[in-house]
């Protein structure tokens, strides 16, 4: 039998009562690496210093016994994830990653173009609920500073010759942005990290063709609209941070 393992990670304090409650009711061992102190002996506290360091951190906190690794954010709610487990039958997968539900806002129509995309093609990875098999984790660890620590994982499992699976049986429903401005925001951050994660790593050729496309095809957004000129004018200042040599692993608000 598979041994699962949760690791959760948390911000701060908020949503935490829920996600205790949430893996204590199916029974899943786990542990929440916050970056606000919480009394509660599964809940370790880190200093935030970005996800890439909380992933770090958290390989001294899984037990060695355990198979599979379930990275989740906090406030992802979780639904049927173990579909996600079959996959691991197949010795080569590495990865398994969950879509994100976004119910509304700027993101809504975005996967609809983003996950036809990855059925196919892992382009990008997903926070919100990714499972790794343990031994992968190992070989990966420690990551570099990066504000896109999932698909830094991803393409380093498929550097290594893995598979990685999009599991679109088990979404994950998650609230992201709600306005244009902080969509614009949340695009500069992941891209930047996406491209930090590129110098890092050596995925699939036909991976890192589209992302040195990305700049230019992402003008076709606009066909969008306003909610489509929010999505290009983050990805293309993503794409310049990391250009004019942004290598922060933590997002700063300008």
């Not at 929440?32 to 909380?54: F, M, Q, T, W």
């Not at 500069?188 to 590129?198: F, H, S, W």
Request: proline share 6%; aromatic share 12%; with cysteine.
């Amino acid at each position: 039998m598979v041994k699962l393992f949760f690791v959760v990670f948390a911000r701060n304090g908020k949503y935490v009562t829920e996600k205790i409650r949430e893996l204590e009711e199916l029974d899943i061992p786990y542990v929440i690496v916050s970056g606000e102190r919480v009394d509660h002996p599964k809940v370790i506290y880190r200093l935030p210093k970005g996800k890439y360091d909380a992933v770090n951190f958290s390989g001294s906190l899984i037990p060695q016994d355990v198979d599979i690794i379930a990275f989740n954010d906090v406030d992802a709610r979780l639904s049927d994830f173990r579909p996600m487990l079959s996959h691991f039958r197949d010795t080569r997968v590495a990865i398994v990653f969950a879509p994100e539900l976004v119910r509304a806002g700027p993101q809504y129509n975005f996967f609809r173009l983003l996950n036809p995309l990855r059925r196919f093609l892992p382009l990008a990875g997903t926070g919100e609920l990714m499972m790794i098999r343990q031994e992968v984790l190992r070989k990966v660890l420690p990551l570099n500073a990066c504000k896109a620590e999932d698909t830094y994982l991803m393409f380093k499992a498929l550097e290594l010759g893995y598979k990685v699976v999009f599991c679109e049986d088990c979404p994950t429903e998650t609230e992201r942005t709600k306005t244009g401005i902080e969509e614009e925001n949340y695009k500069r951050r992941t891209v930047a990290g996406i491209y930090q994660a590129l110098s890092f790593t050596k995925p699939p050729p036909l991976i890192r063709f589209l992302y040195a496309l990305l700049p230019f095809t992402a003008a076709l957004l606009i066909l969008m609209g306003r909610k489509g000129h929010h999505l290009y004018k983050g990805i293309l200042l993503g794409f310049l941070d990391y250009a004019r040599g942004d290598r922060s692993g933590a997002w700063k608000a300008a």
